[in-house]
């Protein structure tokens, strides 16, 4: 009797973080948080600057600390005042997906992507100017890629392979449809014009960058300077830890 008793109490007083019984604790996948917001989580797919599913990607799901996904729920419910929503790209990243990226940064002779998302730099210098690192912020688990989207849009169609490229940075219309707001640039396009302050963008685009980033720091989230969609969670509970677990659907 006292022991059933003990084991009752224990599972009153465990962490809500438990509940993703398959994750780290701390972790939650965004959906149990935040279910309104939208995915196109490109590394699960081919529509990425590699042109294949990335290592350890084994679904498109978003995993986060349960902080940053906390806040990301947050930002969501403020835009939905405005009939607006979000549209995560990545999330967690496994520090073997980070490999991945490496390694094929290093293959020169792949270049199937670039027309789309590195069509005036070359694969030669993507690590000298940011683009590609040993490792990334994402595999802390607090970093989140993201836009905002109307919630009376529809998603447009996927891109499948063999499907034209066309360059990141032309103008909308003349781009991908990624079914967001304008940004100026598509998601993980490796040029200046996807900086934060850049030129040569619409007006229009200036000011949705602008938006999103004064609502993402106004719930506690940093801006990265090259990128305008993404965003790490300021006093992120493991600064030092690297994850590696691998990305999945659940249970």
Known sequence: MLRTVLLTLALVAAPAAVRSADLPVGFVRLREVAPTIQYDIRYAGPHNFVGRPIAAYAAPECILTRQAAEALAAAAREL?????????????????????????????????????????????????????????????????????VRLDQKPAPPWAPGEPLADCALPMGERFDDATLDFGTGYDCFDVRAHHGAAGIPAEATTNRETLKTLMQRHGFTPYAEEWWHYTLAGEPFPGTYFDFPVTGGP
């Open 80 to 148: 939905a005042a405005q009939g607006l929503g979000l549209r995560v790209y990545d999330c967690y990243r496994p520090a073997q997906a980070v490999a991945d990226f490496v390694a094929w940064a290093r293959d020169l002779g792949d270049e199937a992507m670039k027309p789309e998302f590195y069509p005036r730099v070359p694969k030669t210098e993507l690590f000298a100017r940011g683009y590609i690192a040993e490792k990334s912020g994402h595999s802390r688990g607090s970093t989140v890629d993201l836009a905002i």
